[in-house]
């Protein structure tokens, strides 16, 4: 997990998680976590915040992060859900029923059922 996501560029696919938040506000290490869902790499996590911020996705200011929400992820439509032998992306455990976004840069996941509504911001 560290370089990027199945192939996909990371620093598209951060961007697009960043675009399609719900919360209102995140602290720094908050929307570290969700970043690092995408890849741990510091120089890219780095990239994709400057380039959110840049694009005007996210406003940055004193350690808390503003998403410009366009459009939240729709779970109908935008969240796959996948049964097999898996580990979820933020916290490591494994899970039998994966949840993926599937966001215009590739697919993100899987996710555990609590994992994905707590880094979507449905939680």
């Known amino acids: 997990m560290s370089g990027d996501s199945d192939g996909e560029d990371p620093v598209e696919l951060g961007l697009q998680l960043l675009e399609r938040l719900e919360h209102a506000e995140l602290t720094l290490a908050e929307t570290m976590d969700r970043i690092e869902t995408v890849t741990t790499d ?7 915040l400057d380039t959110a911020d840049r694009r005007g996705i996210i406003e940055r200011e004193d350690g808390v992060v503003r998403p410009n929400r366009s459009s939240f992820l729709s779970f109908e439509a ?4 996948k049964e097999g032998e898996f ?3 933020r916290c ?3 899970i039998s029923t994966g949840y993926f976004m599937n966001l215009e840069a590739g697919e ?4 555990g059922s609590s994992c994905i509504r707590k880094v979507t911001g449905r939680e």
């Open 78 to 81: 935008e969240v796959i859900t």
């Open 42 to 48: 510091p120089a890219l996590v780095r990239k994709i």
């Open 92 to 94: 490591g455990v494994s």
């Open 87 to 89: 580990t979820c992306r």
């Open 108 to 111: 993100h996941g899987p996710f």
